[in-house]
């Protein structure tokens, strides 16, 4: 296993104990424990296999790590090349947290064209990028609440094929109310082609049984004629049917 590096800045803790195992030098007498209360800014800490701080961590500023994180006690873990774009928050489905919206604008350079959409000073708000740039400035700035969303559709695919497009780049498709609410507005958005055929407005399936009696996993697309058009497409069903709809990817 390769050795872990953390580059601390203005890291502060309850009473924390880090227990670190260097790689020491000939004639060097390794560090085994070290208590304290904070760590200074741009402190760095270099060991063998691992560093653990064991106790309530808070980190107020930016934290580097070369290597994994990961919980000892089986909970989450970030392999090398993992890229957080946003705040960890669940992502509401067709039925699941329906009600509820908490995704924000990420700080990060999409690699299509794009619009950002956000709620704040009592509207929603927009801003179009027609070429691949940062979310930083205009209207939607990152940490808003909203969405950004590709300004073109994205060739048809199956559904899975299709979340494993946006998931490569870093975002994934949008949910019924972000697509609802982007293809009401979709010319002051600057969004083209939301209706007009069916788009993949989900990130969740679930079983469904037709009224003929073919049962199978179905999510929601959008938009074939207008934009409270809405049914469900088949992600595979029991007559080896698994549809093809065209999409756009979100973040």
């Given at each position: 296993?390769?050795?872990?590096?953390?580059?601390?800045?203005?890291?502060?803790?309850?009473?924390?104990?880090?227990?670190?195992?260097?790689?020491?030098?000939?004639?060097?007498?390794?560090?085994?424990?070290?208590?304290?209360?904070?760590?200074?800014?741009?402190?760095?800490?270099?060991?063998?296999?691992?560093?653990?701080?064991?106790?309530?961590?808070?980190?107020?500023?930016?934290?580097?790590?070369?290597?994994?994180?990961?919980?000892?006690?089986?909970?989450?873990?970030?392999?090398?090349?993992?890229?957080?774009l946003t705040a960890a928050t669940g992502v509401?489905?067709?039925?699941?947290?329906?009600?509820?919206?908490?995704?924000?604008?990420?700080?990060?350079?999409?690699?299509?064209?794009?619009?950002?959409?956000?709620?704040?000073?009592?509207?929603?708000?927009?801003?179009?990028?027609?070429?691949?740039?940062?979310?930083?400035?205009?209207?939607?700035?990152?940490?808003?609440?909203?969405?950004?969303?590709?300004?073109?559709?994205?060739?048809?695919?199956?559904?899975?094929?299709?979340?494993?497009?946006?998931?490569?780049?870093?975002?994934?498709?949008?949910?019924?109310?972000?697509?609802?609410?982007?293809?009401?507005?979709?010319?002051?958005?600057?969004?083209?082609?939301?209706?007009?055929?069916w788009e993949w407005a989900s990130n969740e399936?679930?079983?469904?049984?037709?009224?003929?009696?073919?049962?199978?996993?179905?999510?929601?697309?959008?938009?074939?004629?207008?934009?409270?058009?809405?049914?469900?497409?088949?992600?595979?069903?029991?007559?080896?049917?698994?549809?093809?709809?065209?999409?756009?990817?979100?973040?």
């Open positions: 296993m390769k050795p872990s590096r953390l580059v601390a800045s203005t890291v502060v803790l309850g009473v924390l104990l880090a227990l670190v195992t260097p790689s020491a030098d000939a004639g060097d007498t390794p560090i085994q424990t070290i208590p304290f209360e904070s760590i200074p800014t741009d402190t760095s800490l270099v060991g063998g296999p691992d560093i653990t701080l064991d106790g309530p961590t808070v980190v107020t500023q930016d934290l580097s790590v070369q290597g994994e994180v990961e919980s000892v006690t089986g909970g989450v873990r970030f392999p090398d090349g993992t890229l957080q509401c489905g067709s039925n699941e947290r329906a009600g509820l919206y908490d995704n924000r604008i990420p700080a990060v350079t999409p690699p299509e064209p794009y619009s950002e959409v956000c709620f704040k000073g009592g509207s929603v708000q927009s801003d179009v990028h027609t070429i691949s740039e940062s979310t930083a400035g205009g209207s939607c700035v990152p940490g808003d609440l909203g969405w950004i969303i590709e300004r073109d559709e994205r060739t048809a695919a199956a559904w899975d094929a299709a979340r494993v497009e946006c998931l490569l780049i870093g975002m994934r498709l949008p949910e019924p109310f972000e697509w609802r609410i982007s293809c009401v507005d979709a010319a002051t958005f600057g969004l083209n082609d939301m209706t007009g055929n399936a679930e079983p469904i049984i037709s009224s003929n009696g073919t049962y199978g996993i179905a999510t929601a697309a959008f938009g074939n004629a207008g934009c409270a058009n809405a049914g469900h497409s088949w992600v595979g069903n029991s007559v080896n049917n698994n549809e093809v709809r065209a999409f756009r990817c979100v973040l």
